[in-house]
């Protein structure tokens, strides 16, 4: 019989497991013996913390980040026909949802393998459920362009698409960049659009805000995202 490909959600932050995945995901771990992971370090640590109980110097991790090509991921659901489960881990969050899991996931259903995704924190999600913006209908657009006019294009884009179909967008950006992110939200959308700016989502210095950019370019000297886990959602 073969094995299954499990999806397994971790932890946004630091925060104790418990506190954010059901209890029946680590009997799931325990599972597992191979593990395909976007990073060996944090991966190992997850684990510990989850309270996996096989000995982490026997368990085979093969790495699959923004840089893995296709070609190299070719053996790593090979366990899976010797009847082994295979796990996805996250680097945070969600396997698969703004995490390269996708490509695993992808061979797995050409291959007739079964898929199961589990339960597990989305910031994205989460901070979509705070915000007070229109969950019916919304569009996640991952990262947008670094270059400043590339940026303010896309957004004054994004905006139009907001107001005129009532579609939330959902963003992200790298954590050194959050600050120059705000700026350029506030110095690009109309006054009157409403973002919400979620950071640290799950960690005891959360915050999810929802205001008007006039009432954001008030504020946003008193604000630092710098390094801090942060989606951005206009609407």
């Known amino acids: 019989m073969n094995g299954k490909l499990f999806l397994f959600p971790v932890t946004i932050g630091a925060e104790e497991v418990t506190r954010s995945l059901p209890a029946a995901n680590g009997e799931l771990l325990d599972q597992c013996s191979?593990?395909?992971?976007?990073?060996?370090?944090s991966a190992r640590r997850f684990l510990r913390r989850a309270g996996y109980s096989r000995p982490i110097d026997e368990t085979t991790f093969y790495l699959l980040n923004?840089?893995?090509?296709?070609?190299?991921t070719a053996h790593?659901?090979?366990?899976?026909?010797?009847?082994q489960n295979v796990g996805l881990l996250s680097e945070a969050g969600l396997p698969c949802v703004a995490d390269p899991g996708a490509m695993i996931t992808r061979q797995a259903q050409r291959l007739g393998i079964?898929?199961?995704?589990?339960?597990?924190?989305?910031?994205?999600?989460?901070?979509?459920?705070?915000?007070?913006?229109?969950?019916?209908?919304?569009?996640?657009?991952?990262?947008?362009?670094?270059?400043?006019?590339?940026?303010?294009?896309?957004?004054?884009?994004l905006e139009e698409r907001a107001l005129r179909e009532g579609q939330t967008q959902i963003f992200i950006e790298?954590?050194?960049?959050?600050?120059?992110?705000l700026e350029a939200i506030c110095q690009t959308l109309r006054p009157a659009t409403q973002v919400c700016v979620a950071t640290d989502i799950t960690?005891?210095?959360?915050?999810?805000?929802?205001?008007s950019v006039a009432q954001w370019a008030r504020l946003r000297v008193e604000v630092n995202l710098h390094k801090r886990n942060t989606v951005f959602l206009v609407g």
């Not at 923004?66 to 190299?72: I, S």
């Not at 790593?76 to 009847?83: A, R, W």
């Not at 995704?117 to 910031?123: A, D, E, I, M, Q």
């Open 174 to 181: 790298a954590p050194y960049r959050n600050n120059q992110m």
């Open 114 to 157: 079964e898929v199961v995704p589990l339960v597990g924190p989305s910031s994205l999600m989460l901070a979509l459920m705070a915000s007070g913006l229109n969950g019916q209908n919304f569009a996640f657009v991952g990262y947008l362009p670094v270059d400043r006019s590339e940026r303010a294009h896309a957004l004054r884009r």
């Open 76 to 83: 790593y659901l090979d366990p899976i026909f010797d009847g």
């Open 66 to 72: 923004e840089h893995t090509a296709e070609a190299e």
């Open 34 to 41: 191979v593990f395909v992971v976007e990073e060996l370090r």
């Open 203 to 211: 960690m005891p210095t959360q915050s999810i805000r929802t205001m």
